[in-house]
């Protein structure tokens, strides 16, 4: 089992940036994929940020340019960088790795708004 923790959320003027955060108690060095996904009030859970094991990160073309997943496999944390942010991107965030053998384990989320 593997629990991950969100942090990093808020609140933030469009153009604003952010830094999410996803704590994992296992080692995510393990894991075979990584990502990013966010929801929105009334609407379906998207993804923002992929990477399938050593691959370059995908991204879709809404945050493209704009959000960057990383990783630091020596503190067990992925990293989602958002710079620019506009009103659209106000939805509940959430991190989702997948690992051989366990099976794929998501965080419990963080909000975050983008408003003037």
């Known amino acids: 089992q593997v629990h991950l923790v969100e942090s990093g959320g808020g609140l933030v003027q469009p153009g604003g940036s952010l830094r999410l955060s996803c704590a994992a108690s296992?080692?995510?060095?393990?894991?075979?994929?990584l990502a990013w996904a966010r929801q929105a009030p009334g609407s379906k859970r998207e993804f923002v940020a992929e990477?399938?094991?050593?691959?370059?990160?995908e991204y879709p073309d809404s945050v493209k340019g704009r959000f960057t997943i990383s990783r630091d496999n020596a503190e067990n944390i992925i990293y989602l960088q958002m710079n620019s942010l506009k009103p659209e991107d106000t939805a509940v965030y959430y991190c989702?790795?997948?690992?051989?053998?366990?099976?794929?384990?998501w965080g419990q989320g963080t909000q975050v708004t983008v408003s003037s």
């Open positions: 989702n790795i997948a690992v051989a053998g366990l099976g794929e384990f």
């Open positions: 296992g080692r995510i060095a393990d894991a075979y994929y």
């Open positions: 990477i399938f094991k050593d691959a370059r990160p």
